[in-house]
């Protein structure tokens, strides 16, 4: 079993930054992938960034350019810095951790991005 413990979540105004932190309970040096997802009200979870082992990563087009996503193997942690945020980024962010021995989930964390 693997614990993620995401932080990081606020509120701040639009053209703001966040950063967000997923914290593993276990190396994350056996990821398959690990990445960030996020859920608005009323609409399907989406994935919005993702590392790969090799340390490739993938975005959504809405947040290409915006968001980063990086990990520190060493502290078992995956980041997401969050810049230029927009009304539409609102939402539940979950961190996701496909290990080759099974998917695990955050409780997720708040962003709300205000005008």
């Known amino acids: 079993q693997v614990q993620l413990v995401e932080s990081g979540g606020g509120l701040v105004q639009a053209g703001g930054s966040l950063r967000l932190s997923c914290a593993a309970s276990?190396?994350?040096?056996?990821?398959?992938?690990m990445g960030w997802h996020r859920q608005a009200p009323g609409k399907q979870r989406e994935l919005v960034a993702q590392i790969t082992s090799g340390g490739s990563t993938n975005y959504a087009d809405s947040v290409k350019g915006r968001f980063t996503i990086s990990r520190d193997n060493a502290k078992n942690t995956v980041f997401l810095q969050m810049n230029s945020l927009k009304l539409e980024d609102t939402a539940v962010y979950y961190c996701n951790a496909n290990f080759p021995y099974g998917a695990y989930w955050g409780q997720g964390t708040q962003v709300t991005v205000s005008s």
């Open positions: 276990r190396s994350i040096s056996s990821i398959n992938t």
